[in-house]
């Protein structure tokens, strides 16, 4: 445990891949449920003595983007919004069936 916010060790990450259908939406709801198992995973793990973490090396859950991340979002394969699915989104219908 550690004093400051967002200084101590990580117990657990993982990758979540972007893929190109992907919404803000649907990567909330990964980044949750894979929060939610790497919780169970380090709580066992922490229970059983076998807990290792790696240094925590300036990253924050609750940071914002500096300009060099975003000039490198704009550059790679996510750069750019297709913007239909909003449009899906504005016309969804809770009869409709998906």
Avoid: C, K
Wanted: proline residues 5%.
């Amino acid at each position: 445990m550690e004093e400051e916010i967002d200084t101590g060790g990580i117990l657990a990450r993982e990758r979540i891949d972007v893929a190109q259908r992907d919404t803000v939406v649907s990567l909330y709801v990964a980044g949750y449920e894979r929060s939610a198992a790497l919780t169970a995973e380090s709580l066992r793990r922490i229970a059983a003595g076998t807990a290792e973490t790696v240094p925590n090396e300036g990253g924050s859950y609750n940071s914002s983007p500096d300009a060099e991340a975003i000039r490198r979002f704009h550059e790679g394969p996510h750069g750019t919004v297709d913007w239909t699915a909003l449009g899906e989104l504005l016309r969804w219908d809770p009869d409709r069936e998906p």
